[in-house]
Structures are given as structure tokens and as C-alpha cells.
């Protein structure tokens, strides 16, 4: 089983790309929101259950997917809070004999505003405005910051359409269907 990881602020592309790359590439997506929609749903987004349970849930399921040999794109933000799940997610992909592919997707503050008021972020417990984004900066600021377990590929979504940036991904990594 394989795994590519792409992480970035809200709304740098991760879903958008996830998608292109799925269809070149023929991974699965495990987007982030998936497990965090439903469980926001049952205990709402502050609750510490909706916390606990979703590093839970969703390394569990990587675990399964390791088991059945199931290629995952899984999206993400990275923040001091939750870098001990990705380490873990990684560290268990590695141990069963997989390879991660990391890919840190960034793009300017301007975009990202912009970005984040996509009506495609509206169906979905997304941060879907300008004064949201910016309190989630003032919290993470380390959201721009590098993802430093191992070496991995740095793009700029700022001026490149999701397309090209799956095929830079795909190409760099030489991963193919």
C-alpha cells in the first residue's frame, strides 16, 4: 500500500488535486473532511469526542487500507496539534512496507482569501470565509510551516491549475495507474 499525502493550508487545492491525481494515478482519495463531516454532524466541530475520534477513525482506516492494499491520497492541514498523527500514519504505511509520497501544497495569502469563499467549500464543515481563515491563521500559523519527518516535493498552487500540479506530482514521484 502507498500513500500521498498533501497538506496545505485551507483552501490551497488539496481536495481539487486530490482529485486530478486520483484519476491519473488511480489512488483512492481519503479527504480529511470525510471522517471529520460526519462526526461533526453527531458531536459538533468544538466537542472532544468529534477530537479523539476522528485521529482514531481515520487511522484505522488507513490500517485497513494497509491490510487490504488499498493506494490512498489523503489530504490534510498540518498543525502542532495533529503532527503526531501524520508521523504515525506515515511511520505505519512505511512499516508495512509501503512508500509515502509527501507533497506540501502552499499559495499566497491573497489566493488562499480568495479561495476560501469557493462555493465548492460551502457543502462541507469548511472554513468558507475570509474572517475564518484568518482566525484559523492566528491559531495555526504553523500551517505554512514544513512537514519535516522526510524529504518531500514543495508546490506554489498560487498561479498553477490543479491539472498541472497532479501531473508534476505524478511525474516527480513517477506514479502511475
Known amino acids: 500500500m502507498n500513500l500521498v499525502l498533501l497538506y496545505g493550508p485551507p483552501a490551497v487545492g488539496k481536495l481539487t488535486i486530490a482529485k486530478e491525481l486520483a484519476s491519473l494515478i488511480g489512488?483512492?482519495?481519503f479527504d480529511n473532511h470525510m471522517v471529520l463531516n460526519v462526526l461533526t454532524n453527531i458531536f459538533g466541530f468544538d466537542h472532544p469526542s468529534r477530537k479523539k475520534l476522528e485521529k482514531e477513525f481515520r487511522l484505522k482506516i488507513v490500517d485497513e487500507a494497509i491490510k487490504a492494499n488499498i493506494n490512498l491520497i489523503m489530504t490534510g492541514v498540518i498543525v502542532n496539534q495533529n503532527l503526531y498523527f501524520y508521523t504515525k500514519v506515515l511511520q505505519a504505511v512505511e512499516a508495512s512496507g509501503g512508500k509515502c509520497f509527501i507533497i506540501q501544497l502552499i499559495?499566497?495569502?491573497s489566493v488562499l482569501k480568495?479561495?476560501?469563499e469557493h462555493d465548492?467549500?460551502?457543502n462541507y464543515h469548511?472554513?468558507?470565509n475570509k474572517q475564518d481563515w484568518e482566525e484559523f491563521y492566528k491559531e495555526y500559523p504553523e500551517m505554512y510551516k514544513k512537514f519535516s519527518i522526510k524529504e518531500h516535493l514543495l508546490i506554489d498552487t498560487t498561479?498553477?491549475?490543479p491539472q498541472e500540479t497532479a501531473k508534476t506530482i505524478?511525474?516527480?514521484y513517477k506514479l502511475r495507474k
Do not use: G, M, Q, W
Open 120 to 122: 465548492s467549500r460551502k
Open 159 to 161: 498561479d498553477i491549475l
Open 107 to 109: 499559495a499566497s495569502e
Open 27 to 29: 489512488y483512492t482519495i
Open 114 to 116: 480568495d479561495r476560501v
Open 126 to 128: 469548511k472554513i468558507s
Open 170 to 172: 505524478a511525474n516527480h
